[in-house]
Nanobody, 121 residues
Framework: QVQLVESGGGLVQAGDSLRLSCKVS????????IGWFRQAPGQERMFAAA??????TTWYSDSDRFTISRDNAINTVWLQMNSLKPEDTAVYYC????????????????WGQGTQVTVSS
């Protein structure tokens, strides 16, 4: 069992930056890829970024504005988002993937409860 808790969302203005945190706990967490996704109302959950605990391999949908990082010592994964746009408004989720494609939400085994990000124009 793996637990994920997101935090760091909020209301920001277009052009601002925001850093989301995902605290991970549970059994064998190092075997999971941790991914960030976002979901706007009425839309599918969309991939943002993912990282492995060992070696720090990363995947991105938008590497120009998003940076994913992790700290193994405190079991936390961050998503740094810069130059935010109103279309980035969504609930952001982190998830844990044991096997599968990092950008495909259907393969993820565990999810956090999400954190709301709202970007005003």
């Amino acid at each position: 069992q793996v637990q994920l808790v997101e935090s760091g969302g909020g209301l920001v203005q277009a052009g601002d930056s925001l850093r989301l945190s995902c605290k991970v706990s549970g059994r064998s967490i190092r075997t999971y890829v941790i991914g960030w996704f976002r979901q706007a109302p009425g839309q599918e959950r969309m991939f943002a970024a993912a990282v492995t605990w060992s070696g720090g391999t990363t995947w991105y949908s938008d590497s120009d504005r998003f940076t994913i990082s992790r700290d193994n010592a405190i079991n936390t994964v961050w998503l740094q988002m810069n130059s935010l746009k109103p279309e980035d408004t969504a609930v952001y989720y982190c998830g844990a993937l044991l096997k599968g494609v990092a950008s495909d939400p259907s393969g993820y085994d565990y999810w956090g409860q999400g954190t709301q990000v709202t970007v005003s124009s």
